[in-house]
C-alpha cells in the first residue's frame, strides 16, 4: 500500500500463525475475544494443490483484535487469554 497524507492504512487485525487456528478461536470465542480466521480455504481462488501457500496460510492463521480504542486492560486480557490456550 502507498502511504500519503490521504491515504493511511488502518491496523485493526494482528495475525498470528498457529497450528490449529479452529480450536484456539471457539476457546477465545467462548471468553468473549472475537477472533477470526482471516482466510478461508474455500475463499481461495482455485485448489490448495495448486496454491499451496495460500492453502497453508487458510490452515494456520488467526486475526486478533488490535485497534485503537482497546484499552490497555482490554490488551493485556487478550494476551493472558492467549497465552493460557497456548
Do not use: F
Not at 1 to 8: A, F, G, L, P, V
Not at 18 to 43: C, F, H, R, S, T
Not at 54 to 63: F, I, V
Amino acid at each position: 500500500m502507498i502511504e500519503s497524507k490521504n491515504n493511511t492504512p488502518v491496523y485493526y487485525r494482528a495475525i498470528i500463525r498457529v497450528d490449529n487456528p479452529v480450536e484456539i478461536k471457539e476457546k477465545l470465542l467462548k471468553q468473549g475475544v472475537k477472533v477470526i480466521i482471516p482466510i478461508e480455504d474455500w475463499e481461495l481462488l482455485d485448489s490448495g494443490s495448486k496454491y499451496k501457500n495460500a492453502y497453508n496460510l487458510t490452515q494456520t492463521t488467526l486475526s486478533l483484535p488490535i485497534y485503537p480504542s482497546l484499552t490497555n486492560e482490554e490488551i493485556n486480557d487478550i494476551i493472558n487469554k492467549l497465552n493460557k490456550i497456548l
